[in-house]
Each structure stands twice: as structure tokens, then as C-alpha cells.
């Protein structure tokens, strides 16, 4: 059995890096309580007090050819949500400057689909241009399997980090889509490095995959070096194909992103999709290692009740939300 304070205090001075086999050991360690201080421990000592947020805005909705089968937006499900195309440089910037005004610090245009033509990445160019003369945010783009030509476009219109999921464990991923595959995510991410972006990827917990799938994908996440984790929970979306997969607990969850933590000592380990789940009912959520969180709503699922809500949560917890 490992002993928790002595690999802590390895990661903090030595830069450890825990095995999948000392991983899995965390993330079942006795006392939960013990393992979130151990993870809050890494992270204040390598991470600091900064909480770093981000909002996000559906800016292309629907009618996605992939299966996934998580999601609200894959054609082959029927959820009833809003279908639109690549919305403007209006409506994009009124979030922005609410967003903004607010002191959130990152913003993402977020686009349903496989990918995006040449045509809507310049369409998309031109609003992060105007987005970047008219606010403070730092912009990100979440825009599926792009180009390296289409990312330094991006780049070049103000775009410093690129966001691309890799959903779950690559020996997990195939049973939940067969459209797309972990290493067509993975050149993507390796793309947008090489122009000159930072990287956000993570994934869904609670699609059913095993204890040491979870354990995996947090070390496949170390090993091409990400910035920045989210961590979504599942919320089963009626007339999606896992509908029916049961919700995880909200200790299984924080235990997760504990041990998300201790496998990322420097990343931003970041609440995402399904946060309300756990968020709010104690403050535990902001004393297990994570330190990011996706402000206001998600895609085609609410948040919270205001962007100014999850702000004061935030603060109140002793983090600081300015550099």
C-alpha cells in the first residue's frame, strides 16, 4: 500500500509521476476525505489560488454526422434541442462582453459536427478578430477534427487555446462512437501545439467505463501533455443511446477528479458538464484538486443560475479570479 503523505509531498517537490497502478490506488483510497486533501495539497503548492474560468457559447448547433452516443446533437439521436447554423459576430459578442464585464477570463465559441469548412473558419476568424478588439478574454475554440491550416487561422485571428475532448479512455472510446477515433482527436491537439496554442482536453466520467478506464484516460491526458482538464460527469440526456446509464454519486465523482489531480499536478483540472451535480452542495467540490471551472451554461444543458453565481461561489472559497 502506498503512503499518501510521502507521494504527495513527491509529486509537490520531486515532480513525481504516480503509475496506473498507484492511480487506481488513490482513486479507491480509504478515507475520501484524506485523499481530497492530498489533491488540494498539489494543487495549491504547483498551482496556486488562481481559479481560472471559462464560459462557452453553442455557436453551431445539431445536425452532427457523428454517433456518439453521449450526445444531444448526433443526428442519430432525437432530443429535441435548438438546430442552427454558425451564429454571427452580434451574438457572439454580446456573451463575450457579459462575460467579460463579469470577470471570467476565458471565452469559446463551440461548434456541433465533425469538422468545419474553409469558409466557416474564416466566417469564425472574422468574430474571434472582432472578440479580441472589443474585450479583455482570452478566446479558445472548441471547432472538432480541424486542419493545421484552419488552427493557424485561427491562431491568427487571436485564438490561444484549442479545445478537442478526448472523451474517454482510448480503449473505451470505441465502444461509445465508431465515426471518429482517439488518434484523429490526438493529431488535431498535436496540430493545434505545433501553431501555437495552448490545449483543453478531457472527458466524460460516468458513461460506464471501469474504475481503471478512468485511471487510464487521466494518464493518456498526462502523456500528451494537456493544460487544461474538464472533467463532465454524464447527465443521461433522454433520446440519447446512454439515456439510461445510471448517475455516478457525488463521491465517485470528486474522488475522480482527485485523482485527476494527482496524475496532473499542473494542469487546470476543470468542472465542466454535469457540475451541477455535485457543485453547490458543499464546498468540497473547490477542495479536491480542482481549480477551473466552466461558468453560466453548457451546451443544451444549464449551469447555473448566473455566471455571477459561480463567480461568488468561487471567491468564496479563498480562490482568486484575477491574475
Known amino acids: ?81 435548438n438546430e442552427y447554423p454558425l451564429i454571427g459576430v452580434d451574438e457572439a459578442m454580446q456573451l463575450a462582453k457579459r462575460n467579460d464585464k463579469a470577470g471570467v477570463h476565458r471565452y469559446s465559441l463551440v461548434t456541433s459536427g465533425r469538422t468545419m469548412t474553409d469558409s466557416q473558419i474564416d466566417k469564425a476568424a472574422d468574430i474571434y478578430k472582432a472578440l479580441g478588439k472589443e474585450t479583455k478574454l482570452f478566446l479558445c475554440a472548441s471547432m472538432g477534427l480541424l486542419t493545421k491550416p484552419q488552427l493557424q487561422k485561427l491562431y491568427d485571428a487571436g485564438v490561444r487555446r484549442y479545445h478537442c475532448n478526448i472523451e474517454s479512455a482510448p480503449s473505451y472510446f470505441p465502444k461509445l462512437c465508431t465515426t471518429h477515433t482517439t488518434a484523429e482527436k490526438v493529431q488535431t491537439i498535436k496540430w493545434a501545439r505545433e501553431v501555437g496554442m495552448e490545449v483543453c482536453s478531457g472527458g466524460i466520467i460516468g458513461m460506464g467505463e471501469s474504475e481503471e478506464q478512468r485511471v487510464e484516460m487521466a494518464c493518456y491526458l498526462r502523456e500528451i501533455g494537456v493544460d487544461s482538464i474538464p472533467m463532465n460527469v454524464l447527465m443521461p440526456i433522454k433520446g440519447t443511446a446512454l439515456e439510461n446509464q445510471p448517475p455516478l454519486e457525488e463521491e465517485e465523482i470528486l474522488r475522480s477528479a482527485a485523482m485527476f489531480r494527482l496524475v496532473n499536478p499542473k494542469a487546470n483540472i476543470r468542472m465542466a458538464g454535469g457540475r451541477a451535480s455535485y457543485w453547490g452542495k458543499s464546498e468540497t467540490a473547490l477542495k479536491c484538486g480542482m481549480n477551473s471551472s466552466i461558468v453560466g451554461d453548457m451546451l443544451t444543458t444549464t449551469g447555473a443560475k448566473s455566471i455571477e453565481e459561480d463567480m461568488e461561489k468561487i471567491t468564496d472559497a479563498g480562490y482568486k479570479t484575477t491574475i
Not at 489533491?39 to 495549491?44: E, I, Q, Y
Not at 471559462?54 to 456518439?68: F, K, M, Q, W
Open 1 to 81: 500500500m502506498i503512503n499518501l503523505e510521502e507521494i504527495t509531498n513527491r509529486i509537490i517537490n520531486d515532480g513525481y509521476q504516480v503509475t496506473e497502478s498507484e492511480a487506481l490506488e488513490l482513486l479507491r483510497w480509504p478515507d475520501a476525505n484524506a485523499l481530497y486533501a492530498a489533491a488540494d495539497k498539489v494543487r495549491a503548492a504547483l498551482c496556486g489560488d488562481f481559479f481560472d474560468t471559462c464560459s462557452i457559447i453553442n455557436a453551431r448547433s445539431g445536425r452532427c454526422s457523428e454517433d456518439c452516443k453521449w450526445c444531444s446533437q448526433s443526428h442519430k439521436h432525437h432530443t429535441g434541442i
